[in-house]
């Protein structure tokens, strides 16, 4: 089975930085788009960025100039660069990945990581 494994999620002061990475593992024979998602207390989950095999990215305009997302195909597994970080940044950031895998014949499916919490101080 396909599984999304995140980490680097914390606490840090408002202008601070982490590093989120999220691992798939399992019978994967591709990974098209991998993403990063994020929810608040009481706000729906929204997008956060996203890049494709090829390595074009995407951000929301919220984070646009302050995260940082990129890729290494070779490890199946995306990144997160979180730079300025502000209060607002705070919610649970869940690992996304369209894929193409093998579980008694092909399939392509979208799975999600657990969450890691990221809390900014003020």
């Known amino acids: 089975q396909v599984q999304l494994v995140e980490s680097g999620g914390g606490l840090v002061q408002a202008g601070g930085s982490l590093r989120l990475s999220c691992a798939a593992s399992g019978s994967i024979f591709s990974i098209n788009v991998m993403g990063w998602y994020r929810q608040a207390p009481g706000k729906q989950r929204e997008w956060v960025a996203g890049i494709t095999s090829g390595g074009s990215t995407n951000y929301a305009d919220s984070v646009k100039g302050r995260f940082t997302i990129s890729r290494d195909n070779a490890k199946n597994t995306v990144y997160l660069q979180m730079n300025s970080l502000k209060p607002e940044d705070t919610a649970v950031y869940y690992c996304?990945?369209?894929?193409?895998?093998?579980?008694?014949?092909?399939?392509?499916?979208?799975?999600w990581g657990q969450g890691t919490q990221v809390t900014i101080s003020s």
């Open positions: 996304n990945a369209v894929l193409t895998y093998f579980s008694g014949k092909t399939s392509s499916g979208e799975f």
